[in-house]
């Protein structure tokens, strides 16, 4: 495994204690595995790990979140066991995962999101829970304004007649 030099080493456990509970809370909203989110996320991190070094300064978890998605992406086309990168130590670092108990809590939303086609859901995942713009959301997932606009449109629409999420609402 590549070797960080000390400060490179202190940035990624800062910027892993920060933002290790968003990271791990989109896997989750868009696996609906809590298993399989960790080994995404701890996945995303051993690639990002390696080339820390070389990943923009000015604004690292837009990189690494974009990493998340493309892992996550890669996963549902070549299915489980397949994505992992052994290593000897990965460092230890302190966890906050509020963000992912928030998304645990509201299962009925997960489970309506993994109703939702790959694509539609990554769309909803990165505009409504990870909150990005549809610019910033088509740079991530590599397509045009445009088919972010559809997509998101496409996959609202599915949520609105979704009759769990309907009934779910008319309970509460």
């Given amino acids: 495994m590549t070797e960080l030099s000390g ?4 940035s990624f456990t800062e ?22 989110a960790e ?13 820390w070094d070389s990943i923009r300064a000015d604004d690292p978890y837009a990189y690494v979140r974009q990493v998340l998605v493309n892992t996550c992406r890669a996963y549902w086309r070549v299915k489980k066991g397949k994505l ?3 290593t000897e130590e ?10 992912y108990d928030r ?20 769309v909803v995942v990165l505009r409504y829970l990870v909150d990005l713009s ?6 991530e997932v590599g397509c045009a304004v445009g088919t972010i606009k559809s997509q998101t449109s496409r996959a609202l629409a599915r949520l ?7 009934d779910y609402r008319r309970s509460a």
């Fill in 7 to 10: 400060d490179s080493a202190a």
């Fill in 39 to 51: 080994d995404v996320v701890q996945t995303t991190l051993a690639k990002c790990w390696r080339t």
């Fill in 134 to 139: 549809e610019a910033e959301t088509a740079e």
């Fill in 84 to 86: 992992e990168f052994p």
């Fill in 15 to 36: 910027f892993v204690a920060r933002r290790y509970g968003a990271l791990l809370g989109t896997a989750y909203a868009l696996t609906k595995d809590h298993g399989l």
């Fill in 90 to 99: 990965l460092p230890v670092l302190p966890v906050v995962i509020d963000y």
């Fill in 160 to 166: 609105r007649g979704d009759p769990v999420l309907l």
């Fill in 103 to 122: 998304i645990e809590r509201d299962s009925v939303l997960v489970a309506a999101l993994e109703r939702l086609p790959g694509r539609m859901r990554v």
